[in-house]
Structure formats: C-alpha cells, structure tokens
C-alpha cells in the first residue's frame, strides 16, 4: 500500500475499543469519540465551541474545512453520552491548558495519537483521518445509503464519498451468497 493508501483504512470495530481502551486521560478519549461518532475532521473538532453544541436539539454546528460551509449534524446517542458526562463551559470544547482562549495544537494530538496506536498494539499506518473513514465505512456496513453519508460528511460529491467506503464488496455479500452451485437452484 501507498502512504496515501494506508492512512485511509478504517479501523474495525476491535480495532477501535483496542485503541479507546488504550486511552488513559479521559480528556484525550472525549477527543477521539467525537471524531469516530461525527466523521468529523481534526481540526474540526479542534475548533468546536460549545455553543457550536445544542444540546435541546442534540445538533452540531461544524465548520467544514474543506468546503467551507457550515453543516448541521445530528449528535448520536454516543456522542451524547459523551458530552453529558464532559464539564461543559465556553469557549473552545478541547481547549489548551497552555494557552488560554486557544484550542489543543492539531501536531499534538496527532502525535499523541500515534502514541496511543502503539500503546494499542494497532498499526501505525493509522490516522486521525483513519476515524473518519472508520465513521463512514461503519455506517456503510450498517446499510446506510451513501448519499446520506455524503451529507454526514459534508461532502459535496459523491465520488469523494466513494473514497471512504471501505465496504462495497462485504456490504452485498448477501447478494452475492444469492448463487450456490452446489445446492439446486429453485426456480
């Protein structure tokens, strides 16, 4: 695989509790469940404020880096347990404890993550960005269309939503157990 290949593989289901359970500042952890239950980019989720957060609605304001705009996303049930046991605030939800008023350092968490891949026992060929192409295969898996993952991600072409899913081949795997030579087939 390509550097580019592999830093675009999603991690499984194992995977991610081996990861999460590696975790040992629960700070840290927030961080990583609200990139694998949004989808969302790193610095996405960096420079989310709490009152990007509505919590009435359960909604989320992001702003997407690549496109721009400002997208409207759901809070599932696990991010929502998430932020219920966070002490909400203002300003910056994942704010640096080095500088006031400023979020985390995108190279810090980045590296921290490393970090936790090894203590993990995971390989290194993941990234932050691994979690959201782990967002999009699970859900993909799951039966859910791809337009309407598109839209969780904010993408504005289907062609980049394809780049995420993993999937394709095992999601019809019932299809393709359609046909068994070795049974009769019934008409």
């Given at each position: 695989?390509?550097?580019?290949?592999?830093?675009r593989k999603a991690l499984?289901?194992?995977?991610?509790?081996k990861l999460l359970e590696a975790v040992d500042e629960p700070w840290y952890l927030n961080y990583l469940q609200?990139?694998?239950?949004t989808g969302c980019r790193r610095s996405e989720i960096l420079y989310l404020r709490w009152d990007d957060i509505d919590m009435q609605r359960w909604t989320v304001?992001?702003?997407?880096?690549?496109?721009s705009k400002i997208l409207e996303?759901?809070?599932n049930k696990g991010l929502q347990r998430v932020i219920q046991n966070m002490n909400t605030g203002s300003g910056y939800i994942f704010e640096s404890t080095e500088r006031s008023g400023k979020p985390?350092?995108?190279?810090?968490?980045?590296h921290k993550f490393k970090r936790m891949?090894?203590?993990?026992?995971?390989?290194?060929?993941?990234?932050?960005?691994?979690?959201?192409h782990t967002y999009a295969t699970h859900l993909r898996e799951k039966g859910v269309p791809r337009d309407i993952i598109q839209t969780l991600l904010?993408?504005?072409?289907?062609?980049?939503?394809?780049?995420y899913d993993h999937s394709d081949a095992l999601h019809f795997r019932q299809f393709a157990d359609m046909v068994d030579f070795e049974k009769a087939e019934e008409s």
């Open positions: 695989l390509t550097k580019t290949n592999s830093t499984t289901l194992d995977e991610v509790r609200f990139l694998l239950y304001r992001i702003q997407a880096e690549k496109v996303l759901p809070v985390w350092n995108r190279h810090w968490v980045t891949l090894k203590l993990a026992d995971l390989p290194d060929e993941y990234s932050l960005h691994s979690l959201r904010g993408h504005s072409s289907p062609d980049t939503t394809t780049i």
